[in-house]
C-alpha cells in the first residue's frame, strides 16, 4: 500500500499537535527535539511535491517568512542560540501557517488532524480540570511560574496559561462544529467528541481561575450566538445592546460582583473580583489589574518613543501584549505585519458563507483580545491556523452541497 505525501506530511503534523497540546511533552527535551524533527520532516515532504508551497508561496508565507527571518536574527545577534529558543512558542505557531497555506485549495484533507486532537486534547481537560478541583485550585498559575512545583504539574499533565487562553479559541470552532452536526452528517462517536469537548473546554476556562479568559470567552461566544447569520438587524440589535452596556456597565457589573463575591471565596476570582469592585469605586485599575495596565503603558510608551524601528530587545518591553509589545520591540512595520498575520485568516472566511461569518467575526474579537492581553503561544496558532480554517471549509462546503440539493 502506497502511503502519500500528504497523509505523512498529516503523522508530523499530528505529532506537533499532541506536542503543543500536551503540558507534559512541554518540558521534555526529547519531546522537543521530536517536534523539530517533524517540522523538518514536514518541509522535506513538502519539498518533494511538483508544486510545493515554496514555488508557488502565497502572500501569508512570504509576510511570515520575512516575521521570522527578521525576529530570529535580531534575537539571535543580541542573546544568540538562547534567542532563538526564546521566539520557540512562536515560530511553530507560525508553522501552522505554512501548513494550511500548503493545501489551501485541499484544507478537508487535514480533517484526520481534527479527529486526532478531538480526541487526544481531553486527556489534558481531564487531568486539568481534576488537579484543580480536588488536589490544588490555583494549579495553571502555579504552572506558569519557573519552580519545581511547576514543574510537576505540568510533567502530570496539568496546563497552564497557554492551556487556558488556547481553550478561549478552541470553544467557538467545536461550538460552530457542534451547531452544524446534522448537516456535517456526523456519526454518534463524532457527535460524542465534539459535544464531550466542547462541555470540558467550557469547564476549564471557568475553573482555570483567569478572569480575562473567562470575560473573553463569553464575549465570543456572545458575537458567535448573536451573530451567527450576519444580517442589519443583529449588527442593529448588537450596537444597541453595546450602547445599553455602555451606560449601565458600571453599575450593573458592581451590583453583580458584590452578589457573587461571597461564592468565590477562597479562589482565585475572590481576588479578581475585588480589584475589579476597588477600580469601580476608585476610577483607576488596582491589584492584579493594575499590574497588567502598567505593563501595558510601558510597551506602548516605548513604541512612541520608537515608532520606526522599535527598541530591538525584549529586556524592557511590558510583556503582557503580544500585540504591544511587537510594535514595541520591532516598529510599526512588523507590529503590523504580525496584526495582518493574526487576523488575514477569519477575516478571509468572512463573506465566504452566511454561516461563517459570525464564526469569522468571534475569531477575531477572540484573537484581538488574546493577543491584546496575554502572549502568543504555540498552540493557539494549531487552533488559529489550523483548526479554524479546517471547521469553517467543513461547514461552508458541508452547507453549499446541501444548498445546491435544494435548489
Known sequence: MRISINSLQNIAIAYVALWVTSPALGYSTIARVLAVLAVAGWLFLELLKPTNLF???????????????????????????????????????LFFLYVIESRRHSVESFLPILWWILLTLPITYVKTIYTLWFVNGHAMRTVVRSSDAALELANSGVGGFGLAYSTVIMVPIIYMLFRSRKELGFKPWQNFL????????????????????????????????????????????????????????????????????????????????RDVLETLEQGEAQGTASERVERWRRSAKLFIENPLLGVWSNRDIGKHSEILDNFAKLGVFFGFLFIYL?????????????????????????????????????????????LFPLAATMVASRVSRDDEVAA
Open 55 to 93: 514555488l508557488r508561496p502565497s502572500i501569508p508565507t512570504i509576510l511570515a517568512t520575512v516575521f521570522i527571518i527578521y525576529i530570529g536574527v535580531l534575537d539571535y545577534l543580541q542573546l544568540g542560540l538562547g534567542g532563538l529558543i526564546q521566539n520557540f512558542q512562536l515560530f511553530i505557531a
Open 194 to 273: 465534539v459535544f464531550g469537548n466542547l462541555v470540558l473546554a467550557i469547564t476549564l476556562v471557568l475553573s482555570s481561575g483567569f478572569s480575562i479568559a473567562v470575560i473573553t470567552m463569553f464575549a465570543t461566544l456572545g458575537s458567535l450566538i448573536i451573530l451567527a447569520n450576519i444580517t442589519t438587524t443583529r449588527v442593529l440589535f448588537a450596537l444597541f445592546l453595546a450602547a445599553i452596556l455602555s451606560v449601565g456597565f458600571k453599575p450593573v457589573l458592581s451590583t453583580s460582583l458584590t452578589a457573587i463575591q461571597p461564592f468565590t471565596q477562597g479562589t482565585n476570582y475572590f481576588i479578581k473580583i
Open 342 to 386: 493574526i487576523f488575514y485568516l477569519p477575516i478571509r472566511y468572512m463573506g465566504k458563507h452566511p454561516k461563517l461569518d459570525g464564526a469569522a467575526l468571534s475569531i477575531v474579537v477572540c484573537m484581538l483580545a488574546i493577543t491584546f492581553m496575554n502572549s502568543f503561544v504555540a498552540t493557539q496558532g494549531l487552533i488559529l491556523f489550523l
